[in-house]
């Protein structure tokens, strides 16, 4: 036999039961999403290396180290996105949607990659969902991407959530933050990692979101963007704050939420589930107001946020929900003899017009068929022969109660469809 082949390190298969999982919550997205007025957006999943430079920021961990960066066939540098928003904003900019409104508000989802060490949740494709508000600086679009980032995880099942909140302040205050920080950290320099040292010289707010316990304990004792915030980053969080609060949303604020992205300025929140930890958060976001003059365009304020499906997923398991998807099979038909395929096959072109419909392709035994009839979850099985094919009838097994009943062919639909409702009632 020929050498088998794995999937690469760091990604992973959806199988069907997970992936029914994985529809049904893409599906409540994008529902909620579409009852707050939003709209889809797919970008491609490659795009020139320099939009996340500019974009995600040069002085971020995802840029320095963890992006899928190549040539291609022409010596283009390529990056395979590890976000979505630089590219929204590329698409928002490069198809002028400005036009189509002073705000705009778009929903994605799909794969995204970074180089990053898999472990537990940690995938190098991973999968996120996400939503962008672009052409505002209100603090009732922050407050709305909370909420809709709230109502949609309260809404999948998930209990146990917690939002922590944080402002970062205004293109003023980060430059005065920065200066702060960096008189803080010099004169603690020999109590951080290595790549704190570097942090320190790209950006030294970067220091702020470091995983080492040892820069954690730095970090500790720094001072607090709270406490240099202006008078305007003020009331915008105090804004934000009364709406969010509105909504029932369990926050708290936590002056040492930073996120990892050069981008955000003002309001940035993300939604943590108690029982896995504050440092596995389902997902974040926050305010943008640089990015599309950064990547090109006019001064365009924006927000937005995105959440992980594998966290999600995790998260829905650790809580013993199950997202219900629609692996339902309704009907099995199961064919006996070869002569019997071609009014099976027609019975199945029918019964799918409304039901979901597993037709058998082998010439095999019944009882061989039952079996499997009952490993697939069929809640009927329509046996066809000769014999029901010269009375023109089809067998009807209930696969639970075991029964049999000889339904007309011509009436199988109208007696499933029945029978189907009469379970859902139940
Ligand atoms: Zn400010
Ligand atoms: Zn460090």
Redesign the pocket.
């Known amino acids: 036999m020929a050498k088998r082949i794995k999937a690469m390190r760091g990604t992973h298969d959806v199988l069907p039961e997970q992936a029914s999982r994985w529809r049904a919550i893409e599906d409540e997205f994008a529902k909620i999403c579409r009852q707050y007025g939003y709209r889809e957006i797919r970008t491609p999943i490659f795009e020139a290396t320099e939009l996340f430079e500019r974009g995600t920021g040069f002085s971020t961990d995802v840029v320095q180290k963890e992006m899928y960066t190549f040539e291609d066939k022409k010596g283009r540098r390529v990056s395979l996105r590890p976000e979505a928003t630089p590219s929204v904003i590329r698409a928002y900019l490069e198809h002028s949607l400005a036009k189509q409104g002073k705000v705009l508000k778009l929903f994605y989802l799909g794969p995204m990659f970074r180089y990053d060490r898999p472990g537990a949740g940690r995938y190098r494709q991973f999968h996120q969902l996400g939503i962008e508000i672009i052409g505002t600086p209100s603090a009732v679009a922050d407050a709305e991407a909370i909420v809709l980032l709230w109502e949609f995880l309260r809404g999948i099942g998930l209990s146990g959530l917690k939002m922590r909140v944080n402002s970062l302040?205004?293109e003023?205050?980060r430059v005065e933050y920065s200066r702060l920080i960096r008189e803080f950290l010099k004169e603690r320099l020999e109590r951080l990692c290595d790549d704190c040292h570097e942090r320190f010289e790209r950006n030294p707010l970067r220091v702020l979101d470091c995983k080492q316990e040892m820069c954690k304990a730095v970090v500790a004792e720094a001072p607090e963007i709270g406490s240099i915030?202006?008078e305007?980053?003020q009331e915008h969080l105090a804004e934000v704050e009364n709406l969010v609060s509105q909504a029932n949303v369990d926050y708290y604020i936590d002056s040492r939420l930073v996120r990892g992205l050069d981008y955000y300025t003002r309001t940035v929140f993300e939604v943590f589930h108690v029982s896995s930890g504050v440092d596995n958060s389902l997902g974040g976001g926050g305010r943008y107001d640089r990015l599309v003059e950064d990547l090109g365009g006019p001064q365009t304020p924006a927000v937005g946020f995105s959440a992980g499906m594998e966290r999600i997923a995790q998260a829905l398991e650790a809580d013993g929900v199950d997202v219900k998807g629609e692996s339902r099979l309704d009907v099995f038909i199961a064919p006996m003899g070869k002569q019997a395929f071609p009014t099976a096959f027609k019975l199945a072109l029918d019964l799918r017009q409304a039901l979901s419909v597993w037709l058998e392709f082998d010439d095999r035994k019944i009882d061989r068929q039952l079996r499997s009839a009952s490993r697939l979850g069929a809640r009927f099985a329509a046996i066809i022969g000769s014999e029901e094919i010269s009375k023109g009838i089809v067998k009807m097994k209930d696969m639970i109660s075991g029964e049999q009943f000889e339904v007309p062919q011509s009436e199988a639909l109208k007696w499933l469809k029945h029978r189907l409702k009469e379970d859902s009632l139940e």
């Open positions: 302040g205004c003023k205050c915030l202006c305007a980053c």
